[in-house]
């Protein structure tokens, strides 16, 4: 990696109780760029990111943001920062519409309604089908639509780094191959992502840096294209 990155995790430890879900995890993340971290079901990809977002408590290990330790910060400072998770499961708030979800999103802003009203169009101009449904109530949208209103939401918070737990999850691939198309547009806007994901294909597809996780650990790391024609993961993940 040239230069230095914008995230750093070293040694990073989670244990729920006896079970040791992150066991010493080293990442960098270099700032333009995305990352993905790949792994089975259960391998300690989402108590990754709930660590770095405060979410859950560290047992051990750093992480660094932009030169600056966020190691102990509460989970709302880590996102004034600009280190933003989209939300598990796409818990969008269901009662109110795309445009109120989209003003929630904003709300660790300080900058004046202007800034915010042009953030949303830039997110409409996104996703279009959340400005076709700008006036629903977010529990009536699609799987998908819900999935794009939870990156938009996020969006909406300025980030410096973006956050995704699997927003493959559940969704038919073609609606997986819009969202990520956009998230690479998102990325070429400049902004730097990390995305977990079980879609190993896919993700290291995007990715410009990528790891793998196996029982809290990182077992092998490279770029996505590396990855993807390694016989080891072709072997486990991609069915080869
Ligand atoms: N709240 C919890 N309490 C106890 N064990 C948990 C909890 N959440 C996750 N785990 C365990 O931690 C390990 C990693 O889980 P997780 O980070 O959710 O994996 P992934 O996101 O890669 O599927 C698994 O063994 C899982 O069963
Ligand atoms: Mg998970």
Do not use: C, W
């Not at 990754?48 to 405060?54: H, K, P, Q």
């Not at 859950?56 to 600009?82: E, M, N, Y």
């Not at 800034?115 to 996703?127: G, K, M, N, P």
């Not at 995305?195 to 770029?223: F, M, P, T, W």
């Amino acid at each position: 990696m040239s230069g230095q990155p914008l995230l750093s995790v070293r040694d990073l430890t989670v244990n729920y109780g006896h079970v040791n879900a992150v066991r010493g995890i080293d990442l960098d993340l270099a700032a333009g760029e995305i990352t993905t971290l790949v792994g089975a079901n259960g391998a300690g990809k989402s108590t990754t990111l709930m660590a770095l977002s405060g979410l859950v408590k560290k047992a051990g290990g750093s992480v660094q943001f932009d030169g600056r330790d966020i190691t102990s910060l509460a989970p709302h400072k880590i996102v004034a920062s600009g280190l933003v998770q989209v939300a598990e499961g796409r818990a969008t708030l269901t009662t109110l519409s795309v445009r109120e979800n989209l003003e929630l999103g904003a709300y660790t802003r300080s900058d004046g309604a202007a800034a915010r009203a042009r953030d949303i169009e830039h997110v409409y101009s996104l996703f279009p089908r959340l400005a076709e449904r700008a006036a629903q109530m977010a529990g009536s949208l699609s799987g998908g639509e819900q999935q794009m209103l939870a990156i938009g939401r996020a969006l909406m918070a300025k980030p410096r780094l973006l956050l995704l737990d699997e927003p493959s999850m559940g969704l038919a691939p073609i609606i997986v191959q819009d969202i990520f198309r956009t998230l690479r547009r998102i990325n070429a806007e400049g902004l730097t992502i990390f995305l977990v994901e079980q879609n190993v294909k896919q993700a290291l597809k995007l990715a410009q840096r990528a790891y793998v996780i196996e029982n809290g650990q990182v077992v092998l790391q490279g770029s996505g294209a590396e990855l993807l024609g390694d016989p080891r993961v072709q072997a486990a993940y991609l069915g080869h």
